[in-house]
């Protein structure tokens, strides 16, 4: 049974996500918080996303090449999870418990965040970090949701899928989610991510717009890996964003103890 021989990848899914929505949280205080004095030393919210882009892109490398991503794979998504189910590189049954664990652990990330922020994460510029469509409107925040959703997959899927470039790939989304957030977050708040944007309406009791980030993140995603399939020079990546001789990928079936490597089939 999945549950019994892959819960270690489950179990360390479940705490890339958390730990990336403590970084979150503690970096929109730091930047936004109204007392904060960082907020009053750069006034301009332009160069307070662009550090907050450094900040969460430095986040997701440092995650993905930690020993927590490197066992699960660091997917933090389930958009990214179903675009590789689409893509046959991740059976149903692990997609489902990924999926699980990426809503738990952003739900339990967001607790611990509250836990050590206390009143801070509450306060009308932080508030619980949430998602929502900007002063453009829904629909933009969906086109918003759903061209970053897309490219994003779509470079990483390409970096991923040659032997040159794959070991960039965690370079790559980091570079991905700093310009996202600079950028797009003034259109939607840059999800796209379900699990990311779902702990954050809970503890804030927000939840107005929430099927945004529910549907456009994983359609995008899925059409993106539609689109690579057809159109792919080489076969598709391992479902791995990062890959070590020293793990087992439940993925490609690489073991360790084997004499193979973890290669895209």
Same mark, same amino acid.
């Given at each position: 049974?999945?549950?019994?021989?892959?819960?270690?990848?489950?179990?360390?899914?479940?705490?890339?996500?958390? *730990?990336?929505? @403590?970084?979150?949280?503690?970096?929109?205080?730091?930047?936004?918080?109204?007392?904060?004095?960082?907020?009053?030393?750069?006034?301009?919210?332009?160069?307070?996303?662009? *550090?907050?882009?450094?900040?969460?892109?430095?986040?997701?490398?440092?995650?993905?090449?930690?020993?927590?991503?490197?066992?699960?794979?660091?997917?933090?998504?389930?958009?990214?999870?179903?675009?590789? #189910?689409? &893509?046959?590189?991740?059976?149903?049954?692990?997609?489902?418990?990924?999926?699980?664990?990426?809503?738990?652990?952003? @739900?339990?990330?967001?607790?611990?965040?509250?836990? @050590?922020?206390?009143?801070? *994460?509450?306060?009308?510029?932080?508030?619980?970090?949430?998602?929502?469509?900007?002063?453009?409107?829904?629909?933009?925040?969906?086109?918003?949701?759903?061209?970053?959703?897309?490219?994003?997959?779509?470079?990483?899927?390409?970096?991923?899928?040659?032997?040159?470039?794959?070991?960039?790939?965690?370079?790559?989304?980091? &570079? &991905?989610?700093?310009?996202?957030?600079?950028?797009?977050?003034? *259109?939607?708040?840059?999800?796209?991510?379900?699990?990311?944007?779902?702990?954050?309406?809970?503890?804030?009791?927000?939840?107005?717009?929430?099927?945004?980030?529910?549907?456009?993140?994983?359609?995008?995603?899925?059409?993106?890996?539609?689109?690579?399939?057809?159109?792919?020079?080489?076969?598709?990546?391992?479902?791995? &964003?990062?890959?070590?001789?020293? #793990?087992?990928?439940?993925?490609?079936?690489?073991?360790?103890?084997?004499?193979?490597?973890?290669?895209?089939?």
């Amino acid at each position: 049974m999945k549950l019994t021989s892959h819960w270690r990848e489950y179990l360390a899914e479940a705490a890339a996500i958390g *730990l990336f929505m @403590v970084s979150a949280s503690l970096f929109t205080t730091v930047l936004e918080h109204e007392r904060s004095p960082l907020r009053a030393i750069v006034p301009d919210p332009f160069t307070r996303r662009a *550090l907050m882009g450094l900040a969460m892109g430095l986040t997701a490398a440092a995650i993905i090449y930690s020993p927590i991503g490197v066992r699960s794979g660091a997917h933090m998504n389930p958009s990214v999870t179903l675009a590789f #189910v689409r &893509l046959g590189k991740v059976a149903r049954a692990d997609a489902i418990f990924y999926i699980v664990a990426q809503f738990s652990g952003g @739900v339990l990330g967001m607790l611990v965040a509250r836990g @050590v922020l206390g009143e801070l *994460l509450a306060e009308p510029a932080v508030e619980f970090i949430t998602t929502r469509p900007g002063e453009a409107g829904r629909l933009a925040a969906v086109l918003g949701e759903i061209a970053i959703s897309f490219v994003t997959m779509s470079v990483l899927l390409r970096v991923a899928a040659h032997p040159r470039t794959m070991r960039w790939t965690g370079v790559a989304a980091a &570079l &991905l989610v700093m310009a996202n957030i600079t950028f797009e977050a003034p *259109l939607s708040g840059m999800s796209m991510n379900p699990a990311r944007s779902l702990g954050p309406a809970l503890l804030a009791g927000r939840f107005d717009g929430l099927w945004i980030y529910f549907l456009a993140p994983p359609l995008a995603m899925i059409a993106a890996a539609d689109v690579f399939r057809r159109t792919r020079a080489r076969p598709a990546p391992c479902a791995k &964003l990062h890959h070590s001789d020293a #793990v087992r990928c439940i993925f490609c079936g690489y073991e360790p103890r084997a004499k193979d490597v973890c290669i895209t089939t």
